[in-house]
């Protein structure tokens, strides 16, 4: 961070860096110099850093991005009645596998998992819920 901070041309622009995932580890610690030497703005991007408002006021446009393929959301429907095949599938797979009571679409995928995370089970599924956006900002 310190050598993109520095190293820019004009460091009066703002730059906004947003932290998104964990694959780097679990901490992202800032030098101190990179906050005193530029416009250095630090963003999150995972749940709570949206309100839910905002997040269902994006959801069509999410949706017709994903129909049309714009985004890759790594998910695989598979009906509920090929659950055996799913599951010994899923040791080979990349995909996120979804099993559905008949085929969805992915921007319904998507949504249902939206949904789903939003109404929350009580259970904690950080790295699951977190897929969907990830894969919409890379």
Request: aromatic share 2%; hydrophobic share 45%.
């Amino acid at each position: 961070m310190a050598a993109i901070v520095t190293g820019r041309a004009d460091r009066g622009q703002p730059l906004t860096w947003i932290e998104i995932g964990s694959a780097a580890g679990p901490a992202a610690p800032v030098p101190s110099a990179a906050l005193r030497a530029a416009r250095l703005q630090i963003a999150g991007s995972g749940q709570g850093s949206v309100s839910t408002r905002g997040i269902l006021a994006e959801l069509p446009a999410l949706a017709r991005e994903i129909t049309k393929g714009t985004f890759d959301i790594g998910a695989r429907p598979t009906p509920l009645a090929d659950v055996e095949q799913a599951w010994a599938d899923a040791a080979r797979t990349t995909q996120r596998i979804v099993l559905t009571p008949q085929p969805q679409t992915p921007a319904m995928l998507w949504l249902i998992a939206v949904a789903r995370t939003a109404r929350g089970n009580g259970k904690k599924k950080h790295r699951q819920s977190s897929e969907p956006i990830r894969s919409l900002v890379s």
